[in-house]
């Protein structure tokens, strides 16, 4: 006899979990692949990932490029693209590094670099929503603006920003909880709650995903189109701001090159967690977790023996396995 018929709590409990993973999909599977790639971590190099140093580095490195990746991912979500973020980063940095050296105030550089990040994002939407240019080859045009600024403005000179470390808000943004979990991380976990809280729950996330569904039946349905698109830019930007913030505070000196080598690495992580690059569909829980997929490894290829001339190539690997899995998850 079937055992259900003496549990009936136990079909109730199997239909639970079997509709969790039809809505789910994206997000079981992300799941289980970076539950699978750490497993193999700890079986490779169980001296290095059986200790609390090697998490304690990810939490002090992963928020920079985490952030921007929660902001893209409302950019892809829309079936739009953002190439510009990292020299957004670049000379909201410079602002708050030249404000820092002039005024001393951690807060007000800090409100300045967010209105600087929040100003080009801005102009990124107007480019790409009011004028019509695609947003491919605006954000290409803006990369290079913003890095060229920054260049001119530094003239190729970096700026020290020792004293931070005498303020009380340096403790806040990149001290140690309980003397040993980096601020950031945790700043980052709190604002990647809010981030999947908003796609998930509020208003503007259906708003942003009705639009990258289908921009003129969002329209018709009475969202605000342009608006949902230009908040998303400029979204954008304060997030490329606040990474800007953590990364200064946390080494205390600005370079002209400041946010270089995030683009990629950004952008994987949004699309290994299951955002569609046709717009439409996407996890902010699934680029959270591909962040740290992402983030981890190279560390991890390195501590299990494999040269580092692999990196690139598992990169590869790992994100085309990632999307196909999830082409074939979505067909079911």
Same mark, same amino acid.
């Given at each position: 006899?079937?055992?259900?018929m003496h549990n009936p709590a136990a079909t109730p409990e199997k239909s639970g979990l079997s509709v969790a993973m039809a809505r789910n999909p994206i997000d079981v599977a992300i799941t289980v692949i970076a539950m699978l790639l750490f497993g193999m971590y700890l079986i490779g190099a169980p001296e290095v990932y059986l200790h609390f140093d090697i998490?304690?580095?990810?939490?002090?490195?992963?928020?920079?490029?985490?952030?921007?990746?929660?902001?893209?991912? #409302?950019?892809?979500?829309?079936?739009?693209?953002?190439?510009?973020?990292?020299?957004?980063?670049?000379?909201?940095?410079?602002?708050?590094?030249?404000?820092?050296?002039?005024?001393?105030?951690?807060?007000?550089?800090?409100?300045?670099?967010?209105?600087?990040?929040?100003?080009?994002?801005?102009?990124?939407?107007?480019?790409?929503?009011?004028?019509?240019?695609?947003?491919?080859?605006?954000?290409?045009?803006?990369?290079?603006?913003?890095?060229?600024?920054?260049?001119?403005?530094?003239?190729?000179?970096?700026?020290?920003?020792?004293?931070?470390?005498?303020?009380?808000?340096?403790?806040?943004?990149?001290?140690?909880?309980?003397?040993?979990?980096?601020?950031?991380?945790?700043? #980052?976990?709190?604002?990647?709650?809010?981030?999947?809280?908003?796609?998930?729950?509020?208003?503007?996330?259906?708003?942003?995903?009705?639009?990258?569904?289908?921009?003129?039946?969002?329209?018709?349905?009475?969202?605000?189109?342009?608006?949902?698109?230009?908040?998303?830019?400029?979204?954008?930007?304060?997030?490329?701001?606040?990474?800007?913030?953590?990364?200064?505070?946390?080494?205390?000196?600005?370079?002209?090159?400041?946010?270089?080598?995030?683009?990629?690495?950004?952008?994987?992580?949004?699309?290994?967690?299951?955002?569609?690059?046709?717009?439409?569909?996407?996890?902010?829980?699934g680029t959270f977790v591909g962040i740290l997929i992402i983030g981890s490894l190279e560390a991890g290829i390195v501590a299990m023996g494999v040269q580092g001339f692999y990196t690139q190539l598992i990169y590869g690997l790992?994100?085309?396995?990632?999307?196909?899995?999830?082409?074939?998850?979505?067909?079911?």
């Amino acid at each position: 006899m079937d055992s259900s018929m003496h549990n009936p709590a136990a079909t109730p409990e199997k239909s639970g979990l079997s509709v969790a993973m039809a809505r789910n999909p994206i997000d079981v599977a992300i799941t289980v692949i970076a539950m699978l790639l750490f497993g193999m971590y700890l079986i490779g190099a169980p001296e290095v990932y059986l200790h609390f140093d090697i998490y304690r580095s990810f939490m002090s490195t992963l928020p920079y490029m985490g952030l921007l990746a929660l902001g893209a991912t #409302f950019i892809v979500t829309l079936g739009e693209i953002d190439l510009s973020f990292p020299s957004v980063m670049g000379v909201a940095a410079w602002v708050f590094a030249t404000v820092f050296t002039m005024t001393g105030s951690i807060p007000i550089s800090f409100l300045a670099c967010i209105g600087t990040g929040m100003i080009c994002g801005a102009l990124n939407g107007l480019l790409i929503t009011r004028i019509g240019v695609p947003s491919i080859v605006a954000t290409i045009g803006t990369m290079f603006l913003w890095r060229g600024l920054v260049n001119v403005l530094a003239q190729g000179k970096g700026i020290p920003l020792v004293e931070m470390r005498d303020s009380v808000f340096y403790d806040v943004l990149v001290g140690r909880l309980f003397g040993q979990i980096p601020m950031q991380f945790v700043w #980052f976990c709190l604002i990647a709650i809010l981030m999947i809280a908003i796609y998930k729950r509020h208003v503007f996330g259906s708003h942003v995903l009705f639009v990258g569904d289908n921009k003129s039946s969002a329209q018709m349905m009475g969202i605000r189109v342009y608006r949902t698109r230009m908040t998303c830019y400029i979204l954008m930007g304060a997030m490329s701001g606040l990474s800007a913030v953590f990364l200064l505070s946390e080494v205390t000196y600005f370079w002209p090159t400041t946010g270089d080598g995030f683009l990629l690495p950004a952008l994987a992580a949004v699309f290994i967690g299951g955002t569609s690059v046709f717009g439409g569909r996407g996890s902010m829980y699934g680029t959270f977790v591909g962040i740290l997929i992402i983030g981890s490894l190279e560390a991890g290829i390195v501590a299990m023996g494999v040269q580092g001339f692999y990196t690139q190539l598992i990169y590869g690997l790992t994100i085309t396995v990632a999307v196909s899995i999830y082409a074939l998850v979505m067909k079911k």
